[in-house]
């Protein structure tokens, strides 16, 4: 999280008592982003409404013309490139195409298209949805995992760290 308080003008003046005041004064215009940091970022607003709204952010991946946004609530969030809302994976639960909580995900190409993987380590499996949250597959996992990385389309590596819920012959 990024805070900046920005001064435009301050005076300070010291009486004979010594207290100490300050005067500051409202900046004339709007602060641009552009004006603070390097020209190397891209500022992207999100569009808000009543069906998007997030809580903290906890994971970001853009692909192409997509933005992914994993909240701390598991919940996906699908943007364009342009900051309009497209779509939001949330399905809580223990069936076909459920999770109960989202610890991590990873977009892969397949073909022209994006698959997105989610690891849902309460239900041990890696589900599989297209580009538009459309339920494909899923895959048990002997183990929970904290985290993945795709190796080659179907293989992956699985993070386990010291997650708790895993046998000793898979540490």
């Given amino acids: 999280m ?13 009486t ?16 641009q982003f552009s004006e603070i940091f390097e020209p190397e970022f891209e500022v992207i607003r999100l569009e808000t409404s009543e069906t998007n709204k ?5 994971q970001t991946i853009i692909q192409d013309d997509h933005i992914f ?11 364009r490139k342009d900051g309009r809302f497209v779509d939001k994976l949330q399905r809580i639960g223990k069936g076909p ?16 298209n994006l698959k997105i993987l989610v690891n849902d380590p309460v239900n041990r499996k890696l589900l599989i949805y297209d580009q538009h949250f459309q339920y494909l597959e ?11 990385e ?20 898979y540490n």
């Fill in 69 to 79: 946004l994993l909240d701390n609530s598991s919940t996906i969030f699908h943007f």
């Fill in 16 to 31: 004979d008592q010594g207290i100490q005041t300050i005067e500051i004064n409202e900046p004339a215009n709007e602060i």
């Fill in 150 to 169: 795709i190796v080659a389309p179907g293989e992956f590596v699985f993070y386990r760290g010291l997650m708790h819920g895993a046998d000793e012959e």
């Fill in 97 to 112: 195409g459920e999770y109960i909580m989202i610890m991590s995900f990873r977009i892969q190409m397949d073909g022209g």
């Fill in 2 to 14: 990024l805070a900046m308080i920005y001064f435009s003008s301050c005076r300070s003046n010291i």
């Fill in 138 to 148: 899923e895959h048990a996992s002997p183990f929970p995992f904290l985290d993945f």
């Fill in 54 to 58: 997030m809580a903290v952010v906890r």
